[in-house]
Structure formats: structure tokens, C-alpha cells
């Protein structure tokens, strides 16, 4: 009996054809990589990129240097010398919308007095590296490098033009940085997606638990409250006393539980935390989904997860009291200044009118201070690259994905005001850090050098999927 030969359609075998000719990629020499990728986080640590004073422009050689050697055409844009932003690009088929990867070169400043590694030396140390920026940001700023690096070297075909931007400024000065690079060369970076900084991988006894990836930001604002009374001698106590006024107006705002409101983001991150967490926390983070339950959760929260309620609401904080100049003299005028963060879609006005009825003292101005704020943005969940990087949180961690609101502000706002989705990533951090003094903005700021391999393989993998062909 004559053996049976499948006819294949013309479609079918065309595409078969067109797999087996298309050459195998050969897999990154991980190890090689792991070593390029320290040498060059260390470098980048190694220059004092402090804001204030702010002067990038050694890191931004560097980088300049590292991608020329490769064959990379590289801009430095600036509107100061001393500060400048480094881009790049790799051309795809143009059949999608670019994928932007943005870090920035600037780190908060020191007092190196009080570090125990000196905070510009790399210092390596029982599996960590020790510096200034280690996780704010020259962690993603290694990592997006790297991965340009690897994509140019492997050739690798992409639907999305892939552009890396090294910015500056990003510690409060986002005017030689972000608004710069919005305002003056937008055509350099628009892009469909952006990713960042703002997220991360949280440890607990060095098991991962879950990963952040923040989605939206809360906004930046201060208000300043003004005190007025009659100045007279301290020996007369009077009920016109400018600092008392203050005081109490203070006193009322840091007392009012503001109105909660829930956004796409912190509905999806509470109800997924719910999924990971004991019973009675489940419970809570279930409770404040529902209006009809939400105000003892947030009682809890307000009390013993400060972070959960204030990604709950526009927040106050009264940070800051000026008042008198001498003991023995009433002062006729007292000011403070709130921390004010507000929701993204918040209306300002209308939340300062309720911060007056507050306050209930007309005595006390209440108004809006100078502040370097963000605009609106929010990033959507239903997206490519959302779904991407669900993926690589799930291969190379094996953890939940929750969206996060940041309570703090990245210039990713920035994009996100233009249309660009953009979300934050980071690589895993020991959540005891923080309170140990090894975080962010920290004296000891530390990454372990294996979560930063980890964090550069998630990269590689999320970006393949989101812009190769």
C-alpha cells in the first residue's frame, strides 16, 4: 500500500519555507553580560551625579562612549552644558509604534559622613554593590543600556524602533531634563510605550513576594498656610497669637480623613493583593473596594499601612512651621507648608476650598505654593506592553503583578500628559532595606548584584516581546 504524502497549502508551506530559512539567533552569553553589565553599573556610580549641584555631563560621556564604540549614532541634547540627555535608537520595520527606555543620570545628594562604603566608590560587599544611585536609578539606567548593547550585537529585527534617553534632572530639576526633552525634541522619544523607573520587586527574607509596577503617579503640590494676628509682648498671652492659629490650622489638616477614591490601578492592586495576602489582610484590602465597607480598612490603614491609605486619597502632610523670631515677642505672622499629593484626575481648586473649610479660620490664608510639579497621566492596563511585562514578572520571578499608584512622582508623568504609556519597573529590593537604611535616598543605598543580572534578563525578554518582529 503506498505511503500516505500530505498535500500542504500554498499558504501553510510558504510559512514554513520562510521558518526554516530564517537564521536561529544564537542566546546571549549570560555570563559575559552579567560581567559588562557590573563593570558598567560601577562606572556610573562611580561619578558624582549629586542634584543639587547637578552636573551629569561624566555619565552622560560615558554612555555617550560606550554606545559610539558599538556603533551606535548618539545625540547629547541639552540646554546646559554641564547637564546634558543621551539618546539613542535602533530602526525597526516601522510596522509598530516606538518602545522608549528611559533612565536618568542624576542621583539625590549625600553626606558622606555618614556612609559607611565612601558613597562614589562601587563598593562591592557580600554580594551587594554600595553607592549613590544604586537603586535611584543607575540600576535601570545600566540595565536599558545593556540591553541596547545586546539587541545591536545580536542583530535582532524589531517591529518598534527601540530608543534609550539617559536623562538628566530628574531630582527636582526636570527643567534641564524631561521638560526639555518634551518641550524641545518630543521627536526624538514619542513613542506608544515608555518603560522606567517607579516599580519593583519586593523581597521579604529574600523570597520574592510580588512585583509593583506603577502605572500611575500621584501630583506634586504644595499649599502654604499664612497666619495673621496682632504682635504684642510675650507677657500678655492673646487668642490673636499668630502661632497658635497656625498650630490648630495644621492640627485640623493632618486630623481630616480626605475622600477616598479609587482609580483602575489601585482597584486592580487590591483586589490582586488581596489574592497573595492572609486572610485577615485579604479581607481589609477586599473591605476597601466597597464603599459600604472601605472606612475600617482605611481606619487600619491610616494607623498601621500609611502607604496603603495614601494611595487611597489626596493626601496632606504639614511638613514645615515658620514662626516667631524672638521668645518674648508674639509674631503677627506664622506660616507652614503642606505636602499636598494629589490624585491624578483631583480638581485642585475644589479640594483647596475644602482645605479652608478645614482649616475654618479666616485669619489663616490657604493657597498653593511654588512647587517643581508633574502633569496628568495615566498609563492603561489593557496593553501590549502591560501584558509583556506581566509575562517576564511571571518567568523570571514567578509572582503576582500588582499596578501600582506611586505616591512619589517620576517624570514619566511627563509622557504620560503627552499619550505615551508608560510604566515603571525595577529590579527586586529587600523590602527590610528600606528600614534599615539600604533604600533609596538612603546612606547605604545597596542593590544585590544578582537581582540586577535578574533585573537585566527581564529587561531583555520584555523588550523582545514588546518591539521584536
Partial sequence: MPKFIPTLKPVLLACLITAISQ????????????EETL?????????????????ELPAAEYIRDVLEAEGFEVEMLANNDERPNVVTRLK??????????????????????????PPFNATIDNGYVYGRGAVDDKDNLAAGLMVMLELKRQGIKLDRDVIFLAESGEEGATEFGIEFMVNEHFDKIESEFCLAEGGSVARVNREVQYAGIQSVEKIPYQIDLTARG?????????????????????????????????????????????????????????????????????????????????????SLSPNIIEAGYRINVIPSESKGFVDFRALPDENIEEFLEEVRRVVNDPAVEVALGPRNTRPRGEARLNTEAFSAIEAGITEHYGVVTLPT??????????????????????????????????GAHSDQERILISELNRFVRFNWDIVLQIAGE
Fill in 23 to 34: 537564521p536561529v539567533l544564537a542566546q546571549p552569553d549570560w555570563d559575559a553580560i552579567n
Fill in 39 to 55: 563593570r558598567h553599573f560601577r562606572a556610573l556610580l562611580q561619578f558624582d551625579t549629586s542634584d543639587p549641584p547637578g552636573r
Fill in 92 to 117: 525597526g520595520n516601522g510596522s509598530k509604534e516606538p518602545l522608549l527606555i528611559m533612565a536618568h543620570t542624576d542621583t539625590v545628594n549625600v553626606d558622606p559622613a555618614k556612609w559607611t562604603f
Fill in 230 to 314: 496682632v504682635a504684642g509682648h510675650g507677657s500678655v498671652p492673646m487668642q490673636t497669637n499668630s502661632v497658635v492659629r497656625l498650630a490648630k490650622a495644621m492640627a485640623a489638616i493632618a486630623d481630616w480623613v480626605s475622600p477616598i477614591r479609587l482609580n483602575e490601578t489601585t482597584a486592580a492592586y487590591f483586589e490582586r493583593l488581596a489574592g497573595i495576602s492572609p486572610p485577615d489582610a485579604a479581607a481589609r484590602y477586599l473591605a476597601v473596594l466597597d464603599p459600604a465597607t472601605q472606612a475600617e480598612a482605611d481606619a487600619y490603614f491610616r494607623e498601621f499601612e500609611p502607604r496603603h491609605a495614601s494611595m487611597l486619597r489626596s
Fill in 405 to 438: 499608584m506611586s505616591t512619589g512622582a517620576t517624570d514619566m508623568a511627563y509622557l504620560r500628559n503627552k499619550g505615551i504609556e508608560c510604566y515603571g519597573i525595577g529590579p527586586a529590593i529587600d523590602r527590610e532595606d528600606a528600614a534599615l537604611g539600604f
